[in-house]
Every structure is written in structure tokens, then in C-alpha cells.
């Protein structure tokens, strides 16, 4: 497993080099060839990105707002609905052959909840995951329910792009001009937020490969 970190990268130059991977992986596939496996890190500057499944009127800003704010808007490929991106979050990209590992989409994303799960708990954050709602949650089945992480992913050929999305010292404000996912009655939250003080960076991207390739690799 190739761990890459793009440091902060604009949005639309990662999913460009996310589609060559992904495209250069399958091709390889067809060829019968083994896959290069890799997880990607990486921060985005400010931007907003709408999956095939959202509405745009879970976007609360009208594009001279997101002038005004210094963002960004994206309509992408993967799952889900809206969500933010920006300086503070680990963003991941896993972009790996899931035939290599022997999972469907749906233990894949229980993979990438788990790992979560599980950076949290190193932390002493008890987090879980809510039905019917993709992603990694604290509270979950409470009025308090906010959102720690949010995860969509794209498959082709079983080769995944795009991934998860961590709030480690995210700036949450930027999560008001939204509906977060879709949901109106849950909120969001981040590491910093729940352990009031900052979070080392480095660390949460050395727990989650650690358990990413632990759960890949059993």
C-alpha cells in the first residue's frame, strides 16, 4: 500500500490526479495486471462538493456568497450530498482495487467508517455510525448527533476514488452555509472541537493508514 500525501492541493487539481490514477488502474486491470494500490492524503483550500445524489438547495450560498467567502463549488461523481472541505480537515483518498482485498462497495465503506471509529477512540472519542447515514458520527442516536466525518466514494472496475473527509481542526463555521449531508437536524463536529485544543496533523494521518491498512490487510 502506497501512502502519497498532496499536502494542500486545490480540489479540482486532486480530482484530476485522482482520475488519472484511477484511470491507469483500471487500464492495468484490463491488461491483467496488478493495480498500484495507494491512500492519498491531502487538505483542500475552501470548497464546497455536491454529489451525484444532492440537491443544490442544500447549498444555503448563491455563487456571489461563495465569492464572498473565498470558496469554491463542485459537482462530482461520488455519493452523497454536500459537503466542505478545507484547511484543518484530513481528506483521503484511498484509490485501491477492492478485488485485491475481497470487498463490495458496501464492507468497503464499513472499512473506512471503522478506521474512523477507531482514530477517534486513540483519542478517547467514542464515535459510532447512525442507519441510514453514511459517514462516522458521536451521539448518534441522540439530539445531539453531529458529525465527525463524512465519507462518498466512486467505484470503477472495483477501483475506488474519492473517500473520507475528517474534521480534525476544520473551521465548523464553514459548515453553516450548508445542510451537511442532506440533514437539517444533525450537527458537525471536529476532533479540536471535542477535545477543546488543537490535534497534531501528522498523528491523525499516522492513525488512519495505520488502521486503514489494518482493516485491508487483516
Known amino acids: 500500500m502506497d501512502i502519497e500525501d498532496w499536502g494542500l492541493l486545490p480540489y479540482d487539481k486532486a480530482w484530476q490526479r485522482q482520475e488519472q490514477l484511477l484511470d491507469e488502474a483500471v487500464q492495468r486491470k484490463r491488461e491483467g495486471r496488478t493495480c ?3 491512500i492519498v492524503l491531502v487538505q483542500h483550500p475552501h470548497v464546497y462538493t455536491l454529489g451525484r445524489s444532492g440537491r443544490e438547495a442544500n447549498m444555503l450560498l448563491n455563487p456571489e456568497g461563495l465569492k464572498r467567502l473565498g470558496a469554491t463549488l463542485y459537482h462530482v461523481d461520488r455519493g452523497g450530498d454536500i459537503t466542505y472541505h478545507g484547511p484543518g480537515q484530513l481528506v483521503c483518498y484511498p484509490i485501491i482495487d477492492l478485488e485485491q482485498f475481497g ?26 455510525r447512525v442507519d441510514g447515514a453514511t459517514g462516522v458520527w458521536l451521539e448518534g442516536d441522540t439530539p445531539r448527533a453531529r458529525k465527525v466525518c463524512a465519507i462518498g466514494v466512486r467505484c470503477s472496475h472495483y477501483v475506488t476514488m474519492h473517500g473520507l473527509a475528517l474534521n480534525v481542526n476544520t473551521d465548523l463555521r464553514y459548515f453553516s452555509y450548508i445542510h451537511p449531508c442532506g440533514f437539517t437536524d ?33
Open 36 to 38: 498500484v494500490n495507494r
Open 103 to 128: 470487498l463490495g462497495l458496501k464492507e468497503y465503506v464499513h472499512v473506512l467508517e471503522e478506521a474512523v471509529v477507531r482514530l477517534c477512540a486513540a483519542y478517547g472519542i467514542r464515535a459510532g
Open 186 to 218: 444533525k450537527g458537525v463536529t471536529s476532533l479540536q472541537a471535542e477535545l477543546h485544543r488543537p490535534v497534531d496533523m501528522d498523528e491523525a494521518k499516522r492513525l488512519l493508514c495505520q488502521e486503514l491498512e489494518t482493516l485491508l490487510n487483516p
